[in-house]
């Protein structure tokens, strides 16, 4: 019996293409966040990823505001598999934008898998403290 599983990288996993659409059609996924694994598959089906960070795994990091792409205030940084490439690739998302069933095997990092207060923070949000910047900074002058 041929796997589901391509590959595995830090916390992701890549599913070959017709595992990944059983995936999508049960409504299920499985990812992590901070390194965190996470299964759902009984939440709503509009259920964003952002509302998912905030109200599920309770990381109050990630905000929102607009709520439709435009602020940039729920940036999360997704590591995932890339099918052109065929390595995993790290980018941006807009986590109000994106499905929660849409995030299976990604490896996601908010905010609180930077730096935090138990393992130290990052030099950027070190730096963004001591200048009295807060939250992301966006507005600061
Ligand atoms: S909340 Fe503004 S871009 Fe997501």
């Not at 905000?63 to 999360?76: F, T």
Request: aromatic share 10%; hydrophobic share 35%.
């Amino acid at each position: 019996m041929e796997s589901d599983l391509v590959d595995e990288f830090e916390e992701g996993i890549v599913l070959n293409d017709s595992a990944y659409n059983r995936r999508l059609e049960a409504k299920a996924a499985s990812f992590s966040i901070n390194g965190k694994r996470y299964e759902v598959s009984s939440l709503p089906g509009n259920t964003t990823l952002n509302q998912f960070i905030r109200g599920h795994a309770h990381l109050l990091g990630t905000k929102y505001m607009c709520q439709e792409g435009g602020c940039g205030a729920c940036v999360v940084a997704v590591t995932a598999y890339d099918v052109i490439s065929k390595k995993p690739k790290v980018f941006a998302v807009n986590s109000c934008l994106v499905p929660v069933y849409k995030c299976h095997g990604w490896s996601i990092k908010t905010v609180e898998g930077v730096g935090n207060a138990r393992a130290g923070y990052h030099e950027i949000q070190a730096r963004l403290a001591s200048n009295y910047g807060t939250q992301c900074g966006y507005c600061s002058q």
